[in-house]
């Protein structure tokens, strides 16, 4: 399937005026639309623009307002609780964030626990909100039940992403953002786009048992906690992804586990729910509450020198430091246009007549 | 090898006297006792009283300090950097814990970033503290240079554990304890004693190549992250390692990376030490920071009775919580007592006859 290039500025700028149309503010369709398009010039494609329809089904089932009022349940001073009143999580986590920041300026730390929000895009956008104050930020969500704790063959928890962002001086910032799945959901789309199997350890069928079925989770199957069976820790995937549901959801009162709200609008979120929406969990940390700032930043630039040149297995494979892949594809796409596959490309025009917005 | 049982709490008599024997305080011996007790009560056998040796070869190496003034190098109402003086990370990690809990009480959380350490024991031990302060506890440690990065077949990275404590209401609290390694150095151990080799995936040879050596380590190989291979997302097990690394260390002003100390006195810390000792860092959140105690604790035993009652692959290994092991494993030990090898037992005799303790 040939894929075609776009102008990222456009596809936001479309993107933007969608969501204006659906009832945001010109701001929070602006913050919406930036979130995404990072997405895709970061090379998450399954978090970017392709997920505008989701969205938009989301708001067609009632089950998003686009014009929440994100009201501030609980506070202390490094700590408060809101309600994001079942807004965007793309539109609520940025949001959350700056509340999280303004704490940390204040006394050294900040934590904000979100309730009743939606899909927030990805982790790392909100991390990477704190780079610039010279903080470190946090960002996890729950999501989706998708994966079987290890032993069950019961979907209890989402991909629930874990980012983390380190600020450097010269070097480019650490910035790791992963599911704490074996293998995340838009692994598994691009193998079904080119009719491949799954490795081992990625997925399991209804029963339990092992499969390479890439449309596994269509037919009853489950995601794998990281470290994908028992003898390889999968325990240690299933705690990640129990920490990050309970922070963003038993902490925040939202819906945690199996009761999370599904994504997908045609999917009726479970009846006798255990809380509101789905949850998010922020931070920020100053580094000068802990240290010089730039003392920091000189050993991160160590750190990531250290670890970059380290001895490889291979020549040809050099060792990674986390957020290289995203920002090299960043840097291509910025030039090159973001890569769009047909069907993605048809389904934006599609939107675009539904509000009179020429793609 | 016929284990013998020993009741636990001559086990910690007999260990908090050989650390006052060293010099340690009566109070400091009882606190680090403790934590090495708790250690083998949870079934943690390689971090309990079989690591007394390792601890007193580090004082003899002059790499241990017995009497610590430990100190606040720096703080901001949620934030604390201290300077444990070389002390034993059982003494240190525990006292950094309290301040933060302390800072919790204040201001919503609590967060300390520890350099100039020593080997601190279980991760959960810390954790656990904050429990009965209806507190969500966290600890983090960085340790001997092991484990390869993904792409690598140098060590560059601990086995750096996560410890998170959650309580609860009536359920047992969810206490989670891992390394972010596919496999921890005790269950090479465990694979040595017995003969046996490792299942594929747990560590590499000096080539960094598979292998299936439980003597891996000895033999030049590093332990793989959680993931194993990148297939199987170790990059992910590598960010996690990374993350821990840099909290516990970057940011408190500790050796990272290569540069951390080894816990084994006979090998010498690397020239040119970009930090002090080795890096710990633990925090406390106060449940009622986000939202009261009582509801957040309701609910966490709902998401346990939930996921402990979710549908198993096979009815004979039901789906578990994290603590669980541990827990039934310290109520046995308690009343059957903790069962040690004959070559702990020798090597615990010599160091009895060593400091004149009876054993």
Redesign the interface.
């Known amino acids: 399937m040939e894929e075609t290039r776009f102008d990222y500025k456009k596809l936001q700028t479309f993107t933007a005026t969608v969501l204006e149309a659906i009832g945001h503010s010109p701001e929070d369709a602006l913050l919406a639309s930036n979130v995404l398009i990072t997405a895709d010039l970061r090379g998450v494609d399954s978090h970017g623009v392709a997920r505008l329809r989701g969205y938009i089904n989301l708001w067609k089932a009632q089950r998003m307002n686009p014009k929440p009022h994100i009201r501030i349940?609980?506070e202390?001073?490094?700590?408060a609780?809101i309600d994001g009143d079942q807004g965007l999580g793309l539109v609520v986590a940025p949001k959350a964030m700056n509340i999280a920041i303004e704490k940390a300026r204040n006394?050294?730390?900040g934590?904000v626990?979100i309730n009743n929000s939606n899909h927030f895009g990805i982790a790392g956008y909100h991390a990477m909100m704190a780079l610039e104050h010279d903080m470190?930020g946090f960002a996890f969500t729950n999501a989706t039940p998708t994966t079987a704790?290890?032993?069950?063959?019961?979907r209890?928890l989402g991909t629930n992403p874990i980012a983390?962002a380190?600020p450097t001086a010269t070097q480019a910032p650490?910035i790791?953002d992963?599911?704490?799945t074996?293998?995340a959901v838009g692994k598994l789309e691009i193998l079904q786009r080119k009719n491949l199997q799954t490795?081992t350890?990625?997925i399991?069928d209804k029963?339990?048992n092992e499969t390479q079925d890439a449309y596994g989770l269509k037919h009853g199957g489950a995601l794998l906690p990281?470290?994908?069976d028992r003898?390889?820790?999968s325990?240690?995937?299933y705690?990640?992804g129990?920490?990050v549901?309970?922070?963003s959801a038993?902490?925040?009162?939202a819906n945690?586990?199996?009761w999370v709200p599904p994504f997908l609008a045609f999917m009726e979120p479970s009846q006798n729910q255990?809380?509101k929406g789905i949850g998010h969990f922020v931070g920020a940390?100053?580094?000068d509450?802990?240290?010089p700032a730039d003392?920091?930043k000189k050993?991160?630039d160590?750190?990531i020198t250290?670890?970059r040149n380290?001895?490889?297995?291979?020549q040809s494979?050099?060792?990674?430091i986390?957020g290289d892949y995203e920002r090299e594809c960043t840097e291509n796409r910025k030039k090159e246009g973001i890569p769009l596959l047909p069907i993605v490309i048809q389904d934006l025009q599609e939107i675009g007549k539904m509000f009179s917005v020429e793609f």
Chains 1, 2 share one sequence.
Not at 250 to 253: C, D, E, F, M, W
Request: overall charge negative; hydrophobic content about 40%; glycine content about 10%.
């Open positions: 349940e609980h202390t001073p490094s700590t609780t006394v050294g730390t934590w626990a470190i704790p290890t032993f069950s063959k019961q209890m983390v380190f650490f790791a992963f599911s704490t074996t293998a490795p350890g990625w399991q029963d339990g990281l470290g994908s003898e390889h820790s325990h240690k995937g705690c990640l129990a920490i549901d309970i922070m038993v902490l925040s009162g945690y586990g199996p255990v809380g940390m100053r580094i509450a802990f240290r003392e920091f050993h991160m160590n750190w250290t670890f380290c001895t490889p297995v291979s494979e050099p060792v990674q986390p």
